[in-house]
């Protein structure tokens, strides 16, 4: 379809920056960005676009933010307990407001942390709830937005992305910090499949959903095409860093011997107790790896019994707060992975792009060296290399 | 108040109850027994409100800078930048007094009219440019002087960090309301420093990340400095995306000396010496904290309204940052942020 307006909401997050920058500069298509907190607007106000405060939550901010717009682009993620309320807050703003295509933008994550196929399709990967809050939020969304397309409220298309990286990805800087600290940190070897598409590719993929009709009610995976492993990403990036490094490879033993000393130390290690247990992108993936799953189940149920159910939603409203990831300092010695990081890196399926490529006609414009190559001029730029 | 009676509080105005009047202005000012606050005047009521029940004032609320008349001596103008001039003009009209936010207008011209009112009606107009007031500002400019560190060779200026301010509205992203990006709202502090240690700037070259009507977030100006009768190349960067230094750092032959913004009270001397490099640190004030800078900025404005003499930082000297600033962003190009560009399949 053409477009007259579109509104992006999420439009100050990593992917959200880059597609407006792409509107602006390159695809040079009306739109419009819903803006939650102005003070992470700084990326997208250079643009001179037309900036909207709105929050997916307040549903009078929704429709004024939607007059005039007959395509919506949603890459918002507020906390995951809302996660579906503020969806159908949307997608019924969206009706109301005559909103033409929805494109919405969901995760792999809707598949689970651990896929059983080695190499996963829209048709082999279930949807279902896997008791871990990232995951379940996604698909409580992607749910609410699949039947609004099949009631024919307006045409829908899911979008998949797996792990998106670029300028300002929170899963480059990271291993930029580690390795001016002197370190490399992998896990398991860091032999875990790195499903990597470039946000480039994933905003290519946005444009192609709003464009064609032929996308319309369907859902779709949006990988890169380089099959690479997470050392090739982690060691790719802390490359560009000079200087001598060390490689710390946490072997998935030494984490849960970690993670079960936290255990019964309850004093000094409430925080972080507590933190795995409200840790959003979890638990199933670490019940397929048994060792760790004992230890994990073992600690979610301990911190479970010792805060009250009001307290574990403030603690985890305060634990989960998402922060601008580029600039936080890093101690300088290597600390134990985070939950959501081994259950990235720890994912052990190839995710299929072929029906983006066959319905959307698109086709990923980047290979992870380009990718790569790109990512480290804006590293340059941010003087973090 | 030209009759200012020295024995009782100076009555204040706070006119724009945003974020730096609540976070930086008023937790020095309500513990300041020489003022006292009457009145809280700002277009959003809430925001008047929330600024009183926060500070513990009991003053009344208005939505008007007209009425102020009679209610207060002096006031603090704490609205978007756009507003500052209409907004002082008003209240010097009405005989009062003004501190007044930086920068101090959106365009030389509406600071020079200020300025005029300011003499016009003797009304005391002081600008908020706090870091002023740092203790090693002078030092910086004495040991420069007094040939520390040789003959200069070069200023590098750099301030950067992650906006991460509490913004009560987004007054910062709109052209209704603001004039520029990281070089007009940061930018202004570490230009108006140098320029008043070092004298003017010529030459002035700007790049910026900013399209068309965009704010930018990143800004890199250069110029000469004219220092004793030398040109000296100086470079200013400013980013509101990523970390930089955040320090003036005046590189002569025989060593570097830097103040660093996070910390007002210290000088460093950066020097290599037989052992290797070396740093000194020339300590400037025994004790600084967070809020000292606005409460030397009060203590300036206080005794200024109450002596009737010119503030330290007037608008004349304001004016002078405001103008390179306005030279910059007439003259600015494109900075090169190459991954920008859209890369497509080949056909």
């Keep these: 379809m053409r477009t007259a307006r579109i509104l992006v909401t999420g439009a100050t997050g990593f992917i959200g920056s880059r597609l407006c920058e792409l509107l602006s500069l390159e695809y040079r298509l009306p739109y419009r960005a819903l803006v939650r907190d102005f003070a992470r607007a700084t990326r997208i106000a250079r643009l001179g676009a037309e900036l909207v405060a709105g929050d997916l939550a307040d549903v009078a901010s929704l429709a004024q933010a939607l007059e005039g717009c007959d395509a919506v682009v949603n890459l918002a993620h507020g906390d995951d307990r809302g996660a579906r309320k503020q969806t159908r807050n949307l997608v019924e703003a969206c009706t109301r407001a005559g909103v033409r295509r929805l494109v919405h933008i969901s995760s792999m994550a809707v598949h689970g942390p651990a896929p059983a196929a080695p190499v996963l399709t829209e048709a082999n990967a279930p949807i279902r709830r896997w008791r871990e809050a990232y995951s379940d939020a996604k698909a409580a969304g992607e749910a609410v937005v699949v039947d609004a397309g099949r009631r024919g409220a307006l045409e829908t298309v899911v979008l998949r992305p797996t792990i998106v990286y670029g300028p300002y990805s929170f899963f480059v800087t990271p291993i930029v910090h580690d390795a001016r600290a002197g370190y490399i940190s992998l896990i398991d070897g860091g032999r875990g499949v790195c499903n990597a598409v470039y946000v480039d590719d994933v905003c290519e993929a946005i444009l192609a959903a709003l464009d064609r009709d032929d996308a319309v009610g369907e859902a779709f995976l949006v990988n890169g095409d380089c099959r690479i492993t997470w050392r090739d990403f982690i060691t790719t990036f802390a490359g560009l860093v000079e200087g001598d490094k060390r490689i710390h490879d946490h072997a998935l033993d030494e984490i849960a011997a970690h993670w079960k000393r936290q255990r019964p130390r309850l004093r000094d290690n409430f925080g972080a107790t507590l933190r795995l247990a409200a840790s959003p992108e979890f638990h199933a993936q670490l019940g397929t790896i048994p060792l760790l799953g004992r230890t994990i189940r073992g600690t979610k149920e301990l911190a479970g019994r010792l805060v009250s159910p009001e307290r574990k939603l403030a603690l985890k409203s305060r634990l989960q707060r998402r922060s601008i990831a580029v600039h936080r300092p890093r101690p300088p010695t290597p600390l134990i992975p985070s939950e959501g990081r081994v259950v990235r890196e720890a994912y052990r399926s190839w995710v299929a792009n072929d029906h983006a490529k066959a319905r959307l006609r698109w086709r990923p414009a980047h290979s992870f060296e380009e990718g790569a190559k790109r990512t480290a001029d804006w590293l340059r730029f941010a003087r973090l290399i | ?347």
């Design chain 2, 1 to 347: 108040m030209t009759g200012f009676d020295s024995n009782r509080p100076l009555r204040l105005g706070i006119v724009g109850c945003g974020a730096i009047t609540r976070a930086a202005h008023l937790p020095v000012i309500v513990a300041d027994p020489r003022v006292r606050v009457t009145a809280f005047c700002d277009r959003d009521r809430r925001n008047a409100s929330l600024t009183a029940r926060e500070s513990g004032v009991d003053a009344e609320l208005v939505a008007d800078v007209g009425e102020l008349a009679g209610k207060v001596d002096a006031a603090l103008v704490a609205v978007p930048p756009r507003f500052h001039a209409p907004v002082a003009i008003e209240l010097m009209r009405m005989g009062i007094d003004v501190l007044c936010e930086k920068p101090i207008a959106i365009t030389v011209a509406d600071g020079e009219r200020m300025a005029e009112v300011a003499r016009e009606t003797g009304r005391i107009l002081a600008v908020a440019l706090m870091m002023r007031f740092f203790p090693h500002n002078r030092w910086l400019a004495d040991l420069v002087e007094d040939g520390e560190i040789g003959a200069v060779r070069e200023v590098l200026v750099e301030d950067g960090a992650p906006l991460d301010w509490a913004m009560a509205s987004n007054s910062y992203f709109d052209r209704k309301a603001t004039g520029g990006g990281v070089l007009f709202d940061t930018g202004v502090h570490l230009l108006d420093r140098v320029l008043w240690l070092f004298g003017d700037l010529h030459d002035i070259a700007c790049e910026d990340d900013a399209f068309g009507e965009g704010f930018e977030s990143n800004a890199r100006l250069t110029g000469n400095l004219d220092m004793g009768g030398r040109k000296v190349p100086a470079s200013f960067e400013f980013s509101w995306s990523h970390r930089l230094r955040r320090s003036i750092r005046v590189v002569g032959e025989r060593g570097t000396l830097e103040a660093a913004t996070s910390n007002p009270k210290i000088l460093t001397l950066h020097r290599m010496a037989r052992q290797g490099p070396m740093e000194m640190q020339i300590v400037c004030a025994s004790h600084w904290d967070s809020h000292s800078h606005y409460r030397a900025q009060l203590d300036d404005f206080i005794e200024a309204v109450g002596e009737r003499r010119a503030p330290i930082v007037t608008a004349e000297s304001a004016l002078k940052a405001l103008a390179v600033i306005e030279t910059a962003y007439a003259r600015r190009r494109p900075m090169a942020q190459p991954w920008l560009a859209r890369r497509q399949v080949p056909a």
